[in-house]
């Protein structure tokens, strides 16, 4: 099925749909400064057994720019509308950074919509230091566009070897990066600045995958801590990889996450 749009809260949001009708739910949720692209390959994957939903977040790709700042409250409810526009009664929720935040709300706020979670480098608050950090991207982003952000934003994405490598996907992560509205990027930003959903943990009931890239600086032992918070949580660390995982290595992210889609809910 191809790309198509469909209007949530005022916002024109541009979805996709791919896999047969009847097989169980995936929802898949994009990092800043992305677009549901960067979940190509696990979507070849998985469609084959999956019936898989890809958003673009609100301000990025092909979805509409909000006219404020955005909040994790706003992103959680945006997934949970266009579940329930597509009629996804209950689906395994997957998101990377800003779509791991998203997943944490979702399952918080919604808790009925999801059977499983899986979070991958996104903490379930803002880190100390972050809110000045985001206020100096978004000031580079304002002087040199989105551009200027790039170079930068690729250098903490991704291993030095990835880098040094030139690896494939380089070129799409940076052309993603610079096709970002900077308004998009900035309402997503403020989200990030500040927000903490560390409070509901002890309270989620759900399977949880915990992931992160072994090079992303202090996201492991954060989400490894997370994964103590939460009843029936586990956390995996991925080698040889920075932020986006799924990117930089797209085969251990597929052999970590296939065992836990194929476990019962129950177990």
Request: proline share 8%; net charge negative; glycine share 8%.
């Amino acid at each position: 099925m191809p790309e198509q749009r469909v209007e949530i809260g005022g916002l024109s949001f541009n979805c996709r749909v791919d896999g047969p009708a009847g097989a169980p739910w995936l929802v898949f949720s994009n990092s800043l400064m992305t677009d549901l692209s960067m979940w190509d390959e696990q979507v070849a994957a998985l469609a084959g057994r999956h019936r898989i939903l890809r958003y673009d977040q609100r301000g990025h790709g092909g979805t509409a720019v909000p006219d404020h700042p955005a909040t994790f409250e706003e992103l959680a409810a945006d997934a949970a509308a266009l579940m329930e526009r597509f009629a996804v009664e209950r689906a395994t929720f997957i998101g990377i950074s800003m779509g791991a935040a998203t997943g944490f709300f979702l399952a918080a706020r919604y808790p009925s919509r999801l059977a499983r979670l899986v979070a991958c480098d996104g903490p379930a608050k803002t880190a100390p230091g972050n809110q000045a950090a985001w206020d100096e991207r978004i000031a580079l982003a304002q002087a040199g566009g989105m551009a200027a952000l790039a170079g930068p934003t690729l250098g903490r994405w991704f291993t030095p070897a990835s880098i040094a490598a030139d690896l494939p996907v380089l070129p799409k992560v940076r052309a993603m990066i610079e096709a970002t509205p900077i308004d998009g990027f900035i309402a997503c930003a403020r989200a990030l600045q500040s927000y903490d959903i560390t409070a509901a943990l002890p309270g989620l009931t759900l399977p949880v995958l915990l992931m992160a890239g072994e090079k992303d600086g202090a996201l492991p032992a954060a989400l490894r801590e997370t994964a103590g918070q939460i009843p029936r949580a586990r956390f995996i660390e991925i080698p040889a990889a920075g932020h986006l995982i799924n990117l930089e290595q797209p085969a251990s992210f597929l052999s970590a996450l296939e065992p836990f889609l194929a476990a019962k809910p129950g177990a």
